[in-house]
């Protein structure tokens, strides 16, 4: 189970308790530089807790999370987050006051300058930064392939839509590091395999992924490697091959996930 | 040309051409009025409409910049110019220090806390009778020169606050369209998300808090010099819920609605003086507040964003504004 590589993420110990439930149980695992990592799990497996607690969203209630070497434990959200770590959310967090493109210019903001004097004042500077972020907003839309949307509205994109939209705005911030949440829930065939491409290409260029995923087709194909949780309990950990042969977690998982769908 | 830089251009035409069209005195008067009430709505509906925040203590802002120049200009001699740029220095100290732990409150709290905020400040301008004269106000403030220039008459008076009002659009126009607009209206739009992209919310509440502040100071300032006598009433909690009203009533989420707003609240209220009595001969103040409150409950049940929003409804514009629309990108898209 070693893994060769520099680890960019080290979740060490997590837990998590809301009053009596402890919705994640004691779990470590390391994500290294350039990996796809999958995180998966039957509903309220405490997925979701762990991604609010690597990003800063939830204090643990024990453990450390260190990223690029530091210890991100404790630390704002917003503070991580211009560490180089974005995130997607579950239920979409779209700014719905927003077009397309300004949504994925907001997340290009930890890499933009302009105060609020200069930009009141309109020093040139802000002109010339202004016109940078839109072509590389743009860009990014190209790369998720909803170009042709960047002047809508964000509120009357279809769900699917929101959801690449969100990935583009994740994008645009220039992160070594992107949390994915069931980016493929609410998505057709065709944006699926879009997504699937995209996170391929994205990887090429130096991203690490760590996502949360149901469609254990998708989980297969492009992790490197898997984590498994169960009630908040770590219950496997390894490549796709290992985790199918991991009595444990078909046991726990993969075999329910058969009855359930 | 840009279409929104267009629309402010022929708005400064307009300003700069209704004196010498108008010659009454008492428009002049009421557009002066229309013109704080705007400056301290520009300030609000940044606060408001872009970043989501709701403000009922921003008479406290336009008293303390009242009261900061009288003080300075009046009692001690200074510059008016000087005195106001102390007062909106004050202000802005002020709104720094009562944002921090305000912002952290959200919805009803952060309105009852800044409604308590601007109770708070009343009773000090009706207490600190030394400085401000309490309750039988504050006379003999000096009117404002420029040189040998004095802003004595309406005429003059007016194209100052107007050209005030002119340059806080632009600034606010400027700040919308650019990384500092996005991360304001993205705290409306999901703090969860502000948050991920590595926004610092708090920082950009405070800013804008602080801007607004220094708009209400300002107008408030000027309102002092234009007026040369103040009390504490000019500055209670219902100038805090008017200001609200205007701002909701012009639409919060363009800086057109801070001008829409404050001279559709000014004409309505010149318009009850007129009409009230007329009707009910011994009807006072309280007519005005009743009227307004209705006004206020209305707008929210119908035109939730305002006056603004409504027309560009009509006219099939977007509530808010893009960066660049794909027209003027001459066919952006892909
Ligand atoms: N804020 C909270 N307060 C109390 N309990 C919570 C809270 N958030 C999550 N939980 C509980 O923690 C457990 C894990 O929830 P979580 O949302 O992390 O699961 P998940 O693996 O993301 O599930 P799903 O696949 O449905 O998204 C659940 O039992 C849930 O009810
Ligand atoms: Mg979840």
């Known amino acids: 189970m070693k893994r060769n590589g520099q680890v960019l993420l080290t979740v060490e110990r997590i837990t998590k308790q809301f009053g009596g439930v402890v919705a994640v149980n004691d779990v470590s695992f390391d994500v290294n530089k350039g990996e796809i990592l999958a995180v998966i799990g039957p509903n309220g497996a405490g997925k979701t807790t762990l991604f609010n607690i690597v990003t800063g969203i939830l204090a643990p209630s024990s453990g450390t999370v260190r990223f690029s070497g530091t210890d991100i434990t404790g630390k704002k959200p917003y503070q991580i987050a211009q560490l180089g770590m974005t995130r997607t959310f579950q239920n979409l967090e779209v700014f719905t006051n927003m077009s397309v493109i300004e949504n994925v210019m907001t997340g290009a903001h930890r890499n933009m300058k302009t105060s609020f004097l200069q930009a009141g004042l309109r020093v040139p500077s802000v002109k010339k930064e202004e016109k940078a972020v839109e072509e590389k907003a743009m860009r990014c839309l190209e790369k998720v392939g909803i170009a042709h949307l960047a002047y809508e509205r964000a509120e009357t994109l279809p769900y699917g839509n929101q959801r690449l939209l969100e990935i583009a705005r994740a994008i645009a911030a220039e992160p070594a590091l992107i949390l994915l949440d069931e980016p493929m829930a609410g998505l057709n065939d065709e944006e699926s395999r879009r997504l699937v491409e995209v996170i391929l290409q994205l990887r090429k260029e130096g991203l690490t992924f760590v996502f949360v995923e149901h469609d254990m087709e998708t989980v297969m194909a492009i992790s490197d490697h898997i984590v498994v949780l169960d009630n908040g309990v770590k219950i496997g950990e390894g490549t796709p091959e290992e985790i199918y042969r991991n009595k444990a977690v078909v046991a726990a998982y993969l075999g329910e996930e058969e009855t359930v769908c | ?334």
């Open chain 2, 1 to 334: 040309m840009h279409e929104r830089r267009l629309g402010t251009w022929l708005f400064a035409l307009g300003i700069l051409l209704f004196p010498l069209i108008v010659h009454s005195n008492y428009l002049l008067s009421i557009l002066i009025m229309i013109g704080f009430y705007s400056l301290v709505c520009n300030g609000l509906t940044m606060l408001m409409g872009y970043a989501g925040q709701i403000s009922l203590g921003h008479a406290a802002f336009y008293g303390i910049g009242a009261y900061t120049t009288a003080y300075l200009s009046a009692t001690h001699g200074w510059s008016p110019w000087l005195s106001i740029i102390a007062g909106a220095i004050i202000s802005a100290f002020i709104a720094f220090i009562v944002g921090i732990p305000t912002f952290k409150l959200k919805g009803h709290y952060l309105a009852l806390a800044t409604l308590g905020f601007g109770v708070i400040v009343y009773t000090c301008f009706k207490e600190f009778t030394s400085i401000t004269g309490g309750m039988n106000g504050f006379f003999g403030i000096p009117s404002i020169k420029l040189f040998a220039w004095e802003f004595s008459n309406d005429a003059r008076f007016y194209y100052l606050i107007w050209i005030v009002v002119f340059l806080s659009l632009l600034f606010s126009q400027n700040i919308i369209h650019s990384r500092v607009g996005r991360a304001l209206r993205s705290i409306e739009g999901s703090e969860a998300a502000s948050d991920a992209v590595g926004i610092d919310i708090m920082r950009y509440k405070l800013q804008v808090f602080v801007y607004s502040a220094i708009c209400a100071s300002i107008a408030g300032s000027l309102y002092a010099h234009y007026v040369t006598f103040i009390n504490p009433q000019a500055f209670d909690a219902m100038l805090s819920i008017y200001f609200l009203i205007m701002v909701i009533t012009g639409g919060a989420s363009s800086i057109w609605g801070a001008v829409i707003g404050s001279s559709v609240f000014v004409l309505l209220s010149e318009l009850l003086k007129e009409v009230v009595p007329l009707v009910f001969s011994n009807a006072g103040g309280e007519f005005e507040i009743v009227f307004f409150g209705v006004l206020l409950v209305v707008m929210l049940i119908y035109m939730p964003n305002g006056l603004t929003a409504a027309w560009k409804k009509i006219t099939g514009k977007w509530r808010t504004s893009t960066t660049l629309s794909p027209a003027a990108k001459g066919g952006g898209g892909r």
